[in-house]
């Protein structure tokens, strides 16, 4: 995924097209390949502060030395109490398919974290409504 994706970058930063790698760690790595290609343009890498925060990402360190632009987006989960933001809040989840990028588009078009919080913690509902009970806990099976 992380070769395709430097692929797609890289042939749009060569025809002068903006391009924010929005994710945590995969995107760090898509950054790598593409500077290893000898692409200097300017490139923005969006994530959250749960991903920015986790030491063992080194997404700060990343950003800096492959010349990529950090911008952070704290959700602020912790201002609503709901099961799903709370998993954020533990630890227990830090990467969001991409969030980060959602999260700094909304921000550009100001829209405000507030309704973003509202609007996730229905959709979670919405989605887990017909769910029969506990089919949102994870299942660990040892045999695979």
Do not use: C
């Not at 430097?6 to 995107?27: E, K, N, P, S």
């Not at 063992?56 to 990529?68: E, K, Q």
């Not at 799903?84 to 830090?94: D, L, P």
């Not at 100001?110 to 769910?131: C, E, F, K, P, W």
């Amino acid at each position: 995924m992380q070769a395709t994706a430097a692929g797609l970058v890289v042939g749009a930063l060569r025809t002068g097209t903006d391009v924010t790698l929005a994710g945590g760690t995969q995107m760090s790595a898509v950054g790598a390949l593409v500077r290893h290609w000898g692409i200097d343009a300017s490139l923005e890498h969006a994530t959250t502060s749960f991903v920015a925060s986790d030491e063992s990402a080194s997404v700060r360190r990343l950003a800096s030395d492959l010349d990529l632009t950090l911008t952070v987006t704290d959700p602020g989960f912790e201002h609503i109490d709901h099961p799903g933001m709370n998993a954020y809040i533990r630890g227990e989840v830090k990467e969001g398919a991409g969030m980060g990028g959602g999260l700094a588009l909304a921000e550009r078009f100001g829209v405000s974290m507030t309704v973003l919080r509202t609007q996730i913690s229905q959709l979670y509902d919405d989605l887990l409504v017909d769910a029969p009970d506990d089919s949102h806990k994870a299942e660990f099976s040892p045999s695979g």
